[in-house]
């Protein structure tokens, strides 16, 4: 089945107001730039929003997040990006924060059709005692606390129930892909991305490279293409524009 569509706009153009989506990234590495610029074009707001960080100001998820496109995050951290904090301090959106493994996990068992797991991370603490500040009130009072969640002792070890999680749409950038949807992840990239996508009903990847069937070595394939319904490739232009999160100079 081909499964490449003939631009970014067409890529995105089903995802509505209110739309939940899982986004690969970690950092700025394998962020789909072309995929969020197009949906931020398209206009859709009150997106709920899972991905490991929010991108940085201007750049990645931090595009939708300046325009106030985005109601709610699940993320492991906020990172640098200044108006993410601003809005959330402000009461401006909801963030649910997540171990950083803990969220990865949640992702691969929610696309796996597992519907919840035990995890030792976050035991002891708020993550599963509850109480962690989801969302502030204007006046800088706690609006909305996560609730307690399960925990059980295993072999003399305790345990945290954690929820997999799905949903609408999932959009990934990989290295390499070919038009039945098979996916190769570079370096850092793959962190985030392979997960992300297996959560989405729907997943959107655009691809740097895109190969035609069998010229993929089947051992090298990171997430095979049952898990992806539309293919995009980018532009030479496209694929080489990767941000840094940190530049850096210094004498030799």
């Known amino acids: 089945m081909d499964k490449v569509v003939a631009s970014a706009a067409e890529a995105v153009a089903d995802i509505e107001d209110g739309a939940s989506l899982a986004v690969g990234g970690f950092g700025l590495s394998g962020v789909p730039d072309t995929l969020i610029r197009a949906l931020h074009a398209r206009g859709c707001g009150r997106l709920s929003v899972v991905s490991n960080n929010c991108g940085v100001d201007g750049g990645g998820l931090g595009i939708l997040l300046a325009a106030g496109r985005i109601s709610r995050v699940t993320g492991s951290y906020i990172g640098d990006n200044k108006e993410f904090a601003r809005r959330y301090l402000a009461g401006e959106l909801e963030l649910e924060l997540t171990p950083q493994g803990t969220l990865a996990e949640r992702l691969r068992a929610g696309g796996s059709g597992i519907p919840a797991f035990f995890t030792p991370a976050g035991v002891g603490t708020q993550t599963a005692e509850g ?10 009072a706690v609006a909305v606390a996560s609730p307690p969640k399960e925990v059980r002792e295993y072999d003399g070890r305790a345990y945290v129930l954690e929820r997999g ?73 496209q694929a080489a524009a990767k941000g840094i999160e940190r530049r850096t100079v210094r004498p030799r």
């Open 131 to 140: 109480g962690l500040p989801w969302r502030y009130a204007p006046d800088g």
């Open 165 to 237: 999680i799905t949903t609408d749409f999932a959009l990934v950038r990989a290295a390499r892909g070919d038009r039945h949807g098979n996916l190769v992840f570079a370096r850092a990239a793959r962190n985030f991305n392979p997960p992300a996508a297996m959560a989405g009903r729907i997943t959107v990847a655009e691809v740097e490279e895109l190969v035609e069937p069998g010229e993929l070595d089947p051992d090298q394939v990171h997430l095979p293409g049952v898990f992806v319904q539309r293919v995009l490739a980018l532009t030479a232009e």
